[in-house]
């Protein structure tokens, strides 16, 4: 069967997070791609000028065509924009039960616009992330979540990382683009388990939707049949090589895109 997957996110106009980005890496990593739109952005590389949120009943709507017709193997949840919209989603995988679903709270964009409400914090913990497969919160947006400072040692982020399974995910990944150093390192804590996944910190102002792609190439390889640990991994090193071709477009005057297509040109 052709592996498909679903992005619950918001559009970039500028093409290079949200949907748009969703959309390129599941079909970068051979997966058929449907979405579902929760909210407009005006957003280019340097920001984002406005936000427009679809009515929470055209996300159900959007939500129950995908599912009543395609085989979903994997959900990836970006931008939820405000409590309404947490509520419809939550619905409507309650009522679908797909078997994989990676949330990735989207909280602040690249360019340090805030995508999430502030009163919708607690919704999202209350309502999705005890449906969710993996969270992948970058270190910043744990801490936030946990009203904490931001983590700066690995016993510091495997204690958020477990209060945050506390909440009722199966598995966190806790991302380390915002840390020091010259690795880049991922924490993936499951269960007992806390994995670390080193790459070479790169050099880039273009980073534009990295949290984005990453979240959904490892929603393509669940998708694909791939467990947990494996889908990180390769997710991991398929975003790496994206971050580092980055800088072969020239693509607006800000952060730009990372290279979703690194591999065919």
Known sequence: MTPVALTIAGSDSSGGAGIQADLKSFAALGVYGASVITALTAQNT???????????????????????????????????????????????????????????????????????????????KARLFPLASLITPNLPEAAALLNEPVAESEAAVESQARRLLAAGCRAVLVKGGHGHGSNSIDYLIDGDRTIALTAPRIATPNTHGTGCSLSSAIAAGLAKGEDLET???????????????????????????????????
Do not use: C
């Open 231 to 265: 889908a990180v991994r390769n997710a991991k090193a398929w975003i790496t090589e994206a971050i580092a071709a980055a800088d072969r477009f020239a693509v607006g005057h800000g952060h730009g895109p990372v290279h979703h297509f690194h591999k065919f040109y």
């Open 46 to 124: 340097t920001g984002v000028s406005g936000i427009h949120p679809v009515p929470a009943a055209f996300v159900t709507a959007q939500i129950d065509a995908v599912f009543s017709d395609l085989a979903v193997g994997a959900v990836k949840i970006g931008m939820v924009a405000q409590v309404e919209t947490i509520a419809a989603i939550a619905d409507g995988l309650k009522r679908w039960s797909p078997r994989h679903i990676v949330l990735d709270p989207v909280m602040v964009a690249t360019s340090g616009d805030r995508l999430l409400a502030a009163e919708a914090v607690d919704a999202l």
